[in-house]
């Protein structure tokens, strides 16, 4: 750890008092601590000062000047207090020493973060609902027999979730956080309402389509808005509570299915319960503030520092506005374009959010889920429900470790710890369905293989990618980039949906299995090189960082 330095000379009686290498002490009031530290030192005739015997009156007198000067130079550095990034040739910041710890404030961010939670619920929740309801729909609507209808019917919400997370970026940008949730609550409501009343499949379609717009909105401007609105000391915490209600969506949708035994129509009301989220939703953000880093880039000082007001509270408006002021100094450029992320000064970092989403959804999450079912049926455990909730309730304790975990171990070793985690834990399950010598075995070790991977997806794969690239991203390019790598989980999640089975049909489960370790193992590789570490950082702090960096 390096911290940053100060060269200050004085000159006392014709004696030149070099003061050099003096460290920055983190926390707040710093020129007020410093103050107090040289009224100490000055308290006795006789004390030891920088390697000089201070005995005389006169010289006591010149010094008091000299603290009197240097008082005055903290005081002014406090209103702009540097940031020195120690980088790496590949712009690593990982060693940078926070420039100061968070005070107490008497905000209430809280609220806002679970309004905008709602959006991550329903990311969930349409992901899920469909699994339970769709071979009572298909009888519904008579398809019950046409594969490809049903196939349309689970892909078209990713479609949908693809083109919602291009648009998410743009409109955050245009309109703003808030609005751009507002906007968003359209489709949800109207999709979740076409899915309830539809009597034909073109309709259904459609309803998927639009929530599948909606949900991709929501992947991209949560976690945005989220971090944005967050005090940098538990921004890890907060941030990682998306994708935890990422889980309880999807357990929501679980749990909403259980009735459909009994009534075979309760398909409907499954799809209809999601207008009640997206209505809260729209409410909730009609009265939460806009995003004072956004008020700020578009020039809306007195908004920015009443969104600071409330969010952090009053005594805590002229830090944050210096952080913002510091960060925007000797930029003037206007908001980045599309291909502006693929430029070279952007491009670098841009390319390690879309690959943090690649590796996620090559990692083979996705077929593990798929799989689960059977794992847990070579064991005697028949029911899919009983299967799909101890898949769900693992991804949920994993979840809320990650939380708890995120501002005290940092975003780069949970991420690396769970890729190595989930490399093993597939390779178990590879060796428990080809090893002959473990064939007494092979049930419990798949279904143990099968809990530890969704535990090691859930502390770091599956939180970590959303929190951090709004982290990294310059408030120039954050919107867009985000929407990118977004973009990027969404088509590589329908591209493995597609050919996976075909890929199992032709070379085996466990070879797939197999394959899928590798790709963890790599992703362990990529992220100890390419990955920087954000935690006890404003990201003020770590786009000036990256900045010097490039």
């Known amino acids: 750890m390096q911290a940053s330095t100060y060269a200050v000379k004085a000159s006392v009686g014709g004696v030149h008092l070099g003061i050099q290498k003096r460290r920055v002490l983190p926390g707040f009031g710093e020129s007020r601590k410093r103050g107090v530290a040289f009224n100490n030192l000055f308290m006795t005739e006789r004390s030891t000062c920088f390697g000089l015997q201070l005995g005389s009156a006169a010289m006591k007198a010149e010094l008091d000047r000299v603290r009197m000067g240097f008082e005055r130079v903290y005081r ?35 609220p806002y973060v679970g309004v905008a939670c709602l959006g991550a619920i329903l990311f969930g929740y349409h992901l899920g609902v469909v699994n339970g309801a769709l071979e009572y729909l298909s009888k519904d609507l008579g398809i019950s ?60 379609i459609i309803g998927r389509l639009l929530a599948g717009i909606g949900i991709g909105i929501s992947s991209a401007i949560v976690p945005l808005y989220i971090s944005e609105i967050s005090p940098t000391e538990i921004r890890g915490t907060l941030g990682s509570v998306n994708q935890l209600f990422i889980c ?10 259980l009735p459909l035994a009994g009534n075979p129509l309760w398909w409907r009301s499954m799809f209809g319960i999601a207008i009640i989220p997206s209505v809260l939703l729209a409410f909730g953000m009609a009265f939460s503030p806009e995003s004072p880093r956004w008020l700020f880039q578009q020039g809306k000082i007195p908004q920015a520092e009443m969104a600071i007001k409330t969010l952090f509270g009053k005594e ?30 952007y491009w670098k970092v841009v390319s390690v959010g879309a690959a943090l989403f690649l590796f996620q959804q090559l990692a083979g999450i996705n077929a593990v889920v798929y799989y689960s079912t059977s794992v847990f049926r070579s064991v005697g455990i028949e029911s899919d429900v009983a299967a799909s909730a101890l898949v769900g309730a693992s991804n949920v304790f994993g979840t809320t470790i990650a939380s708890s975990l995120m501002d005290k171990k940092g975003r780069k070793s949970l991420l690396i710890t769970s890729f190595a985690g989930m490399a093993a834990s597939m390779l178990l399950l590879s060796l428990a369905l080809t090893w002959k010598v473990l064939a007494p075995y092979s049930g419990t070790l798949a279904v143990l293989g099968t809990v530890l991977y969704v535990l090691s997806f859930s502390l770091g794969a599956g939180p970590v990618p959303a929190l951090l690239l709004p982290e990294i991203f310059s408030s120039r390019i954050r919107a867009k ?5 977004f973009g990027m989980h969404w088509i590589s999640n329908f591209i493995i949906g597609l050919f996976f089975l075909s890929f199992v049909n032709k070379f085996g489960i466990s070879s797939v299995y197999l394959g899928f370790s590798m790709v963890c193992l790599v992703a362990v590789l990529y992220i100890a090189s390419n990955v920087v570490e954000t935690k006890g950082r404003s990201l003020e702090e770590i786009e000036r960082a990256l900045n010097s960096a490039i």
């Open 481 to 485: 980039a985000v929407a990118l790598s």
């Open 76 to 110: 002014l550095s406090a209103k702009a207090r540097p940031v020195r990034a120690i980088a790496s040739a590949d712009g690593d910041i990982e060693d940078v020493t926070p420039a100061k710890i968070q005070g107490k404030s008497s905000g209430s961010v809280l």
């Open 145 to 204: 027999e046409n594969t490809v209808l049903q196939g349309w019917i689970v892909s078209t919400l990713l479609a949908g979730a693809t083109i919602g997370s291009f648009t998410g970026g743009a409109l955050a940008d245009k309109f703003g956080r808030t609005k751009t949730f507002l906007l968003d609550a359209i489709p949800l409501a109207v999709g979740a309402f076409l899915c309830a009343s539809a009597q034909s499949v073109q309709t259904l």
């Open 316 to 345: 805590r408006v002229a830090e944050v506005m210096n952080d913002l002021s510091a960060a925007s100094q000797g930029s003037s450029e206007p908001e980045a374009g599309w291909f502006d992320l693929f430029s070279n000064r």
């Open 248 to 257: 309880i969506g999807i357990l929501a949708a679980l749990v909403a299915g």
